[in-house]
């Protein structure tokens, strides 16, 4: 099984900016999808942004021309970028993995919060 490990979270004020970094503790070789999630108090989680083992992405329209999301196949990391970040990007992020074509293919990072004060 495959593990992710996020960091970069914290608190920041509107207007500024975050980037958050997921390890993967190994090489996929399958195709797959990396993304980030996010889930903010009495919400549903939803998609922020993904982007395939060959490279396509994908913003929800809240985060498009603000976030940057990115991957470093070499060294099994993914990465969001988030510029001007307003109190409603307030949640906690999740690096998700999901691989094709296996049974045991959908893996979750522990979290981590993003505050943005007004």
């Known amino acids: 099984q495959v593990q992710l490990v996020e960091s970069g979270g914290g608190l920041v004020q509107a207007g500024g900016s975050l980037r958050l970094s997921c390890a993967a503790s190994e090489s996929i070789f399958r195709l797959n999808v990396m993304g980030w999630y996010r889930q903010a108090p009495g919400k549903q989680r939803e998609l922020v942004a993904s982007i395939t083992s060959g490279g396509m992405t994908n913003y929800a329209d809240p985060v498009k021309g603000r976030f940057i999301i990115s991957r470093d196949n070499a060294k099994n990391t993914v990465s969001l970028q988030m510029n001007s970040l307003k109190p409603e990007d307030t949640a906690v992020y999740y690096c998700?993995?999901?691989?094709?074509?296996?049974?045991?293919?959908?893996?979750w990072g522990q979290g981590t919060q993003v505050t943005v004060s007004p």
């Open positions: 998700n993995l999901y691989i094709l074509g296996v049974l045991e293919n959908d893996y």
